[in-house]
Structure formats: structure tokens, C-alpha cells
């Protein structure tokens, strides 16, 4: 990371000398790109910051709503939710402004997240459907997946198993459809899981085990280690605690 700062730090002196505004905006906010990838919230927020000031002198709606989300998802990560819904809200009205659908219902997503967190779940519910709208509109198919995968998670929050289970299934049909291993080995893996409190645990079996083949097929480390925690839990459920204890050593290797 250090290369990458200092290559986007010359840059940036570059881009004084010449006073070119626009450029400075963009070299602080690869800046803040490179901190946050690095953990570094501090410098991340720092950096963002100044690219906003810049947007915001040239009235660069797109940009400010570009830097906005950046911030927007550090608070997320911080667990500063309120702040963040302020943000968002901000966001929205801007993309409002210059008639960004497709960043509207990405904003709608980033919303209805935060009220999940928040466990404001009719909210967080209303903004994954007015998401879900926007992209059977644009027929953008990942993103009618998200959408669904998203309103399963709220659905699952307030222990409606069965309707879980039904946005689930769509999530997983349309990442079928568009060829998203990752997401279809996450969606069998949420599918296993609502079969397991549903405690039927032939069926968790076969999608638990269809979600790690998947992710064993793309090398996806995060998914296997998700998929075997997933099989303890459902070995666990069983009280198969042979099992449990073989498939959670697995997940913490």
C-alpha cells in the first residue's frame, strides 16, 4: 500500500503546481480509497473530505454524491448509523437532482441496510422494495439478486422463516441466471441455514453442501470458512457434536 500512497501522494503535488482542482479531487479520494482499504478510517475520512470541499466548489453533483458515499460507508463500518442515514438521505436528494436512477437504487440499498442495523425493519423493508422496483425496471438482474437477497435478510430478522425462504430462492434463481458463483454459493449457504431453524435438516444438508462445493470451485476462502460454520451449525443442531466440532475446526483453520 505504501507504493500506491506515494504514487497518488506525487500525483497529487502535480496537480498543485498546475492548480488543476479537478484532478486534486480525484488524487485525494484514490487517497482515501487506499487508507480505507488499509483500516486507516482516520485518514480515509481525512482524505474524502478535502475531495468533498473540491466537488462541492465546482458543484460537481456526481461527485459529491461519489465522496458522500465514501464517507457514508466508513460510518457505516463505524457503526455510526444515524450519521450515516443523514448522509445517505443527502446522497439521495443529489442523485434526485440530476435523475440517477440506477444510483438511486443503490442509495435505496445503503438506506434500507442502515435501518436494518438499526432493527427499524418495516423501513429497512420499504427501501429494499423500492430498490427491487428501480432494478426489475432497469433489468438489472445482480441487482434484483441483491435486492432479494437483502429483504431475505430483514424477513429472517424477524423470524418470518417461510418468507425468507421465498426471496431467498428468487436471489439464488437470478444469480443462477447471471452466472454469480459467489452469489450462488451465498445464497445456497442462506437457504441451508433458514432449512436448519426450519429443522428441516435434509434439505440444509444439500444446500449447505451445494453452497461449499460452489465456493470450493471458485477458491473463495471467505465462503468455504462461511460454509463449514454453517455445517457445525447444522450438525450442532442435530446434536451431531462429532460433527460440529470437525466442520468448526475446518472454519478456523
Known sequence: YSSAINYHS??????????????????????????????????????YYKSLKIDEEFNDKAGVAS???????IMLDNGEYDKALKVYFKILNILDEVNDI??????????GLIYNELKDYDNATDYF????????????????????????VVCGEKKDFIKAL??????????????????V????????????????????????DRGLEIAKQIENKDMIMQ????????????ANWKGAYYNLRLYNL
Open 102 to 111: 440506477n444510483g438511486i437504487a443503490k442509495a435505496y440499498i445503503n438506506i
Open 67 to 73: 465522496t458522500l458515499n465514501n464517507i457514508g460507508i
Open 129 to 152: 422494495q423500492k430498490a427491487l422496483k428501480i432494478k426489475e425496471e432497469l433489468k438489472d438482474e445482480v441487482g434484483i439478486a441483491l435486492a432479494y437477497n437483502n429483504l431475505g
Open 185 to 208: 454459493s451465498m445464497a445456497n449457504n442462506n437457504i441451508g441455514l433458514l432449512f436448519v431453524k426450519l429443522k428441516n435438516y435434509q434439505e440444509a444438508k444439500n444446500y449447505l
Open 227 to 238: 460454509s463449514f460454520h454453517s455445517l457445525s451449525l447444522l450438525d450442532s443442531a442435530q
Open 166 to 183: 421465498d426471496y431467498y430462492m428468487n436471489a439464488l434463481a437470478y444469480m443462477e441466471k447471471g452466472g454469480d458463483l459467489h452469489g
Open 10 to 47: 506525487k500525483s497529487l503535488e502535480i496537480r498543485e503546481k498546475i492548480n488543476d482542482r479537478a484532478g486534486l479531487s480525484s488524487c485525494y479520494n484514490n487517497l482515501g480509497n487506499v487508507y480505507y482499504v488499509m483500516g486507516n478510517y482516520t485518514k480515509a475520512t481525512e482524505n
